[in-house]
C-alpha cells in the first residue's frame, strides 16, 4: 500500500427527529466536523464544515451520504462526492428531504487523507503530532477559522434579506434572524415576543464574545477548543443556547488539556452530567483526591458532586 495515504475516517451519526434545526458535532480521530440543518424558504439546506491539521492532512476526499427513514422501515439516501482542500472549509448543500415521508435523518462520511508526510506508519492518520518522552508542544495558538475574527463577525451580523432584527452591543449593530436565535435559545424567543419592532441593547458581552457564541451555532460555524470553552460555557447559559453547552461538553469528553479537577467544577457547574461522571472517574489516586479536596474549586462544588466524590473515594479504599 502506499505509505503516502492513510486508511479511510468513516464516520455514521445517531438518529435524529425532524425538528429544525438541527445542528451536531462529530470529532473523528482529530477529524472535526460541525452540521447545520435549517430551513429557509421552505427548503432544507445543511451546511457542512470539516476542521483538521493541515500541516499532517493536505486534504480530503471522498463522500457524503444523508440517510433518510422513517418509522416503518422505508429508507432513502442523498449521497454527495466531495473533495476537502482547506481546514474550515464550509459547503451547503439542498437536502432532498420529505418529512412527511420521511421523519428521521443521519448521515455519514467515508474520507480518505492525503497525507503531506513522506511515511505515516501503519497506515494510521496521525492527526495529533506525536511527541518524543521529555519534548515539550508549543502551545497552541487558535487560527481565525477556530474562534472567528472580526472580519469574519462584520459578514455573520452584515445587513440580509434573512435578517430581521438588530441587536446593539456597544457601538455595534448586528442583525440577526429572529427565528434562527429563537429556535436555539430560549433567552431570544422571549426578548423577541416583548421587543417588536425596536433594536435591542444587549448588556454586559462583547462585541467579540457574542460573536464567537453566533459562530458556533451558525451555518458557517466555528469549533469549540480549550481557548473558547470555558467563555462558551458562560455565554451558552446566559443566552440558554443548550447546543453550545453540549458542544463543549462533548469536546471535554473526547480530550482536553484541562486538569481533571477543573473539569469536575466545570461540570458541576454547568450541570453536565456526561462530563461529571467521567471526570470523577478518572480521579483514580486519593493522592489526587486529598489535593483537590482543599483547592477553591471543590469549595464551590455542590453537595450533589461531593457526594459523588465521596462515592469514588470509597471505592478506590475499598480497591
Not at 449521497?79 to 432532498?96: F, M, V, W
Not at 443521519?106 to 518524543?132: G, I, W
Request: overall charge negative; proline content about 3%.
Amino acid at each position: 500500500m502506499d505509505k503516502t495515504k492513510n486508511e479511510t475516517l468513516e464516520f455514521a451519526s445517531d438518529w435524529m427527529y425532524a425538528t429544525l434545526p438541527i445542528t451536531f458535532y462529530s470529532d473523528c480521530n482529530g477529524l472535526k466536523c460541525n452540521v447545520s440543518i435549517f430551513n429557509p424558504d421552505d427548503q432544507f439546506l445543511s451546511t457542512v464544515k470539516f476542521d483538521w491539521d493541515q500541516k499532517v492532512i493536505k486534504d480530503l476526499t471522498g463522500t457524503f451520504t444523508w440517510i433518510f427513514d422513517n418509522s416503518g422501515g422505508s429508507c432513502n439516501q442523498q449521497l454527495e462526492s466531495i473533495t476537502l482542500d482547506k481546514p474550515g472549509q464550509c459547503y451547503a448543500q439542498k437536502i432532498n428531504w420529505n418529512v412527511f415521508d420521511y421523519n428521521y435523518l443521519r448521515c455519514k462520511y467515508s474520507l480518505t487523507p492525503n497525507c503531506c508526510q513522506e511515511k505515516c506508519s501503519d497506515n494510521k492518520v496521525a492527526l495529533t503530532p506525536k511527541k518524543s518522552p521529555g519534548q515539550k508542544v508549543p502551545e497552541h495558538k487558535p487560527t481565525d477559522h477556530e474562534i472567528g475574527s472580526d472580519v469574519s463577525y462584520e459578514k455573520l451580523f452584515a445587513p440580509s434579506n434573512r435578517h430581521d432584527a438588530v441587536l446593539l452591543i456597544g457601538e455595534k449593530k448586528l442583525h440577526v434572524s429572529k427565528a434562527f436565535l429563537s429556535y436555539h435559545s430560549d433567552y431570544f424567543s422571549d426578548l423577541f415576543a416583548d421587543k417588536i419592532n425596536e433594536e435591542i441593547r444587549l448588556e454586559d458581552v462583547s462585541y467579540e464574545d457574542f460573536g464567537l457564541l453566533m459562530s458556533i451555532i451558525h451555518p458557517e460555524t466555528g469549533f469549540v477548543n480549550d481557548q473558547n470553552a470555558e467563555k462558551l460555557l458562560h455565554l451558552g447559559n446566559r443566552f440558554k443556547i443548550s447546543c453550545v453547552i453540549h458542544q463543549v461538553e462533548h469536546h471535554f469528553t473526547r480530550g482536553t488539556n484541562f486538569s481533571n479537577e477543573r473539569l469536575i467544577f466545570l461540570a458541576d457547574k454547568y450541570e453536565l452530567q456526561k462530563l461529571l461522571e467521567k471526570a470523577i472517574q478518572e480521579m483514580n489516586s486519593l493522592d489526587k483526591a486529598k489535593k483537590f479536596g482543599g483547592s477553591d474549586d471543590y469549595k464551590k462544588l455542590s453537595d450533589f458532586a461531593r457526594g459523588k466524590i465521596s462515592d469514588r473515594l470509597m471505592q478506590l479504599l475499598i480497591n
